[in-house]
DNA sequence: TCTAAAACGATCGTATTCGAACATGAGGCA
DNA sequence: TGCCTCATGTTCGAATACGATCGTTTTAGA
């Protein structure tokens, strides 16, 4: 990549420490040299390559060889103990610090203890503007080897704040978020769950539970959203349930504000309406939250839950509170601050010739009462393989 | 990864340690190394080879044959009394032994010598019943801990094999494969190139040396091509090349065994006929292997290459040995047998609380002089983002 | 079992590299 | 200014890497 300095052997002499540093950058380029070669390319005797060489290996930063030095290799038998890594600072920038996130702060943290890192924690509006004044923030105050951020993807400034993350000279991880594939973000790493798979194996749960009509209520306020109602209308599709029929309802497009307690109310009552109307007799909501809210609504009206009604929140932060208690679809929130610090540390660790990792996570299905036990078709090993 | 060619005896000379670090790379590779292949490959001297194979023995780390070298056996009776018993044996069955696979399988073979576990490989044929019997006899002889797998996905049994896989006692991560999300392979866990990410950058780097019509030649044979196929449209879709007067042709549909070259030459002409048609100036071929064959085609027919027909190679085998070299996507081999091994020494480590994790790599374009320097337009910053 | 071919390694020779000892020179400090 | 320290250069004998030769050992095939 770096396009070979024309050698200068007239520039003024650099002092040792740069020299060094010269000499590991030809070594991660070339991942090995010669001290012929950088003596005549330094414009220094080899005497002073060899001795710096010494040094680089006595700090396990290379292996000597005859003639010069390689990157250091486990088949060095001078190899000294290892440790003494020069620990890092990585900047961690969340959307929010009491919602989904603290579990995420933690399991980073966690690990960073593990890997010997330093980790510093902002907290931002679900915002471009916001998420990049904090990023800047962070580069211009502390010292930050790497950077884990959770940046809004949403309107119009998202794809310019990828791009703008995508450039940062330091290695950044996205933690709950993808880069779009027609951004060409060829650097950024990421950590996610993978809420189309929790939402599709809620479906299947359902399903096996016996319901033919599964619905779903999101809020697309969120950025998980999408995700969700993606992984709703892919297990739809698997299972062979029409989509026409299906109730698919949006709290968020209900003005939040305008309506208070009195217009959640109302949807309800609505999305009720629907659902009686096509016959669904399960649905799937996101944010547990909101979750716990309908199961009240739905017990208010006289309903019995999971006899009439089965559900099954998405994300599970309160869901066991309700009564009766919700199943929920819980991502491994903590899970996701773990690999992305281990995908940080390996980056910071491994340089430029590792390939950009992209990983998702699995969240799992944690069953309560819910949406067990009130079956309305035996589901006598209808779909072994569901689940 | 490491950054020297396959092989390339004109190359400059390696340090002994360089040296012995290919021995080891292709004795994980394929389990064995003759000293004669190697000194050749090398270009040194069939003593050197032995010295280093002396070595390496002394240390443990390979035990000497007549004529060669093989992986550390407990037959040999030389082994100085090895410590630390391998905790988990891993079993790694793949379709191919010659082709692409060994360096995965030697990137395994490293990290399972760092997390001190063993792996037994198993070639299979590119057939699900195969791989499945080839799983099964692993299962059977061996005691298996886990399992590594690149699974044929296509034809009638490949979803029943996807299945059967999912249900196995032990974990399972899939190598280079991914289940598809209709069915619900709750457990399996993959590493795989993300290739459309590969493609796309092709395309991408093409479009910014000046190309405005990007073609893709293809072989439908490999499980590969359909992810280059997407990675394609996709890029072609965002640099807003309409699909419809690209060029896509596939060589598979060319029925291989019944022309054989003179099938293949006239297919290229073909191709060229309906480059020249659209206005074509550049392709993606996918298999370096034909990309060399239709570099040396385009050479035989008067086109030069880049200037009137720029190509970029997918996979990078020996992309480098064409005259001129050709241009490549590389994908991370030896990290996917990494990666598949530390997700496999996590899950045996942590069990089933650990979430189930789904890693993409992104390949590197390597860029030689089959793509560059001959822009059709001045590509004056037009698209600075797009790489 | 025997035999020819191949592989092996002890020994030596050569080209190259290494590093100890000493020399030089550029700053820092009293 | 003089002295000290540190970084660097020069010289030269010692050490190392590698290849060639050739007699010995191992292997494969009849």
């Not at 991942?31 to 330094?42: E, P």
């Not at 993606?230 to 939040?256: C, F, M, N, T, Y």
């Not at 009462?369 to 309305?376: T, W």
Request: proline content about 6%; some cysteine; overall charge negative.
């Amino acid at each position: 990549m770096s396009p070979e300095q024309p050698s200068e052997p007239t520039g003024k002499s650099l002092f040792s420490l740069q020299r060094r540093e010269r000499l590991m950058e030809e070594l991660r380029a070339h991942g090995a040299i010669t001290v012929r070669d950088i003596a005549a390319k330094l414009g220094v005797s080899e005497l002073t390559i060899r001795r710096d060489v010494n040094i680089l290996a006595d700090e396990g930063l290379a292996s000597r060889v005859h003639g010069g030095a390689t990157l250091p290799s486990p088949l060095d038998r001078s190899a000294a103990g290892r440790a003494a890594q020069h620990s890092y600072s990585i900047g961690m920038v969340v959307p929010s610090l009491d919602y989904y996130w603290p579990q995420v702060i933690s399991g980073a943290r966690a690990e960073a203890e593990e890997q010997n890192l330093r980790i510093l924690v902002r907290g931002s509006a679900y915002d471009a503007a916001d998420n990049r004044r904090q990023v800047q923030a962070l580069l211009d105050t502390q010292n930050i080897d790497g950077l884990i951020v959770a940046p809004d993807m949403g309107g119009d400034h998202g794809p310019e704040l990828i791009r703008w993350l995508n450039a940062l000279p330091i290695p950044v991880v996205l933690a709950e978020r993808r880069a779009p594939a027609e951004i060409p973000a060829h650097r950024l790493e990421w950590v996610a769950t993978d809420h189309a798979f929790g939402a599709g194996m809620a479906v299947r749960h359902l399903w096996q539970e016996g319901h033919r009509r599964i619905g779903c209520l999101t809020d697309s306020s969120s950025p998980t959203s999408p995700h969700v109602v993606r992984g709703w209308h892919q297990a739809l599709a698997a299972l062979k349930i029409p989509l026409e029929g299906s109730v698919h309802e949006d709290s968020a497009q209900q003005g939040p504000a305008s309506h208070g307690n009195g217009g959640r109310a109302s949807h309800f009552d609505h999305v009720l309406e629907l659902c009686t109307k096509t016959g669904t007799t399960a649905m799937l909501v996101h944010s547990d939250t909101q979750a716990v809210a309908f199961v009240q609504h739905c017990v208010d009206r006289g309903l019995s839950v999971p006899g009439d009604m089965a559900i099954v929140g998405y994300d599970d932060e309160v869901a066991y509170l309700a009564e009766p208690a919700i199943s929920a679809v819980r991502p491994p929130k903590q899970y996701v601050g773990k690999v992305a610090v281990q995908l940080m540390a390996a980056r910071l660790a491994e340089g430029r010739m590792r390939p950009v990792h992209r990983i998702e996570l699995n969240p799992d299905l944690i069953l309560r009462e819910s949406s067990i036990g009130a079956p309305r078709i035996p589901a006598a090993g209808v779909l072994q393989d569901s689940l």
